[in-house]
């Protein structure tokens, strides 16, 4: 069971992250060197409707995989280590900026498209590129953290 939850915590991490790897550094910079502005507004609307669904229930699983890991295995917070520590707190950040985009600013965007505004649609597009922006420079720093503390770094 133990290897199992360790399991399913690190695939979570590697789709919160890799995902958001794909969209900012691979998907945003091709869909603008081939689409014009409302098909693009409409593909990353699509796009992360559907990746901001998988995220509610990625990050519920892996913030309890890793709850279960730190009073299963580490004997809670007091005799953790610092890298338990650290996941730990940024999990919890990003989960927080995930939430506030998803239903803040997805929420707008979606209502935009719908009633045709494509300016507060491409305002609230802006606002989720920089959210998960700094979910990914958060999460990749947590990944390396995780790496090197789990090898005694």
Avoid: E
Wanted: charged share 10%.
């Amino acid at each position: 069971m133990p290897l199992l939850v360790y399991v399913v915590h690190v695939l979570c991490a590697v789709v919160w992250v890799g995902g958001m790897t794909f969209a900012l550094l691979v998907l945003r910079p091709a869909a603008h060197a081939v689409l014009d502005g409302p098909q693009r507004l409409a593909l990353m609307n699509g796009v992360f409707g559907r990746f901001f669904f998988i995220l509610w229930h990625v990050i519920p699983l892996l913030l309890v995989s890793g709850w279960s890991m730190l009073f299963l295995w580490y004997w809670g917070f007091g005799a953790s280590v610092w890298h338990v520590h650290l996941m730990h707190t940024t999990g919890l950040v990003m989960a927080a900026i995930f939430a506030y985009l998803a239903l803040g600013p997805r929420r707008r965007m979606a209502a935009a498209l719908a009633a045709g505004d494509g300016a507060r649609a491409a305002a609230a597009l802006d606002t989720i590129r920089k959210g998960v922006a700094v979910n990914l420079v958060i999460g990749l720093v947590t990944v390396a953290a995780a790496a090197a503390g789990r090898f005694g770094g």
